[in-house]
Nanobody, 129 residues
Framework: QVQLVESGGGSVQAGASLRLSCSGSGRTFSNDCMGWFRQVPGKNRERVAAITWSSHDTYYGDQYYGDSVKGRFIISRDNAKNTVYLQMNGLKPEDTGIYYC?????????????????WGQGIQVTVSS
């Protein structure tokens, strides 16, 4: 069974940092695009960040960041551990939400279009002012 499992969420004060982890199992994700989305009740799901190791992907050698997190969040991956990370610095109350890990063959046209092949169960991040 293929799974993505998020960890590292929690409740913090504004300005703090958190690191989310997403560990994959059941298959290797080393050639996939992996990324993070977040959702707040009553709002559309928001793209946060994405990273790929596929040379066929537009984002190869680069990362995608949503405008609201640029300069504060950093996405990285450890293919040996089948894991993607999201380092979140300078957290703001508007970063509050459920964060979902996702994986797809490509970032462009698939994961970033919301058409991921795999999704994690989500993890809560709460930032208080």
């Amino acid at each position: 069974q293929v799974q993505l499992v998020e960890s590292g969420g929690g409740s913090v004060q504004a300005g703090a940092s958190l690191r989310l982890s997403c560990s994959g199992s059941g298959r290797t994700f080393s050639n996939d695009c992996m990324g993070w989305f977040r959702q707040v009740p009553g709002k559309n799901r928001e793209r946060v960040a994405a990273i790929t190791w596929s040379s066929h992907d537009t984002y190869y050698g680069d990362q995608y960041y949503g405008d609201s997190v640029k300069g504060r969040f950093i996405i990285s991956r450890d293919n040996a551990k089948n894991t993607v990370y999201l380092q979140m610095n300078g957290l703001k109350p508007e970063d509050t939400g459920i964060y979902y890990c996702a994986a797809a063959k490509y970032c462009n046209g698939e994961l970033l279009a919301g058409r991921a092949d795999y999704w994690g169960q989500g993890i809560q991040v709460t930032v208080s002012s």
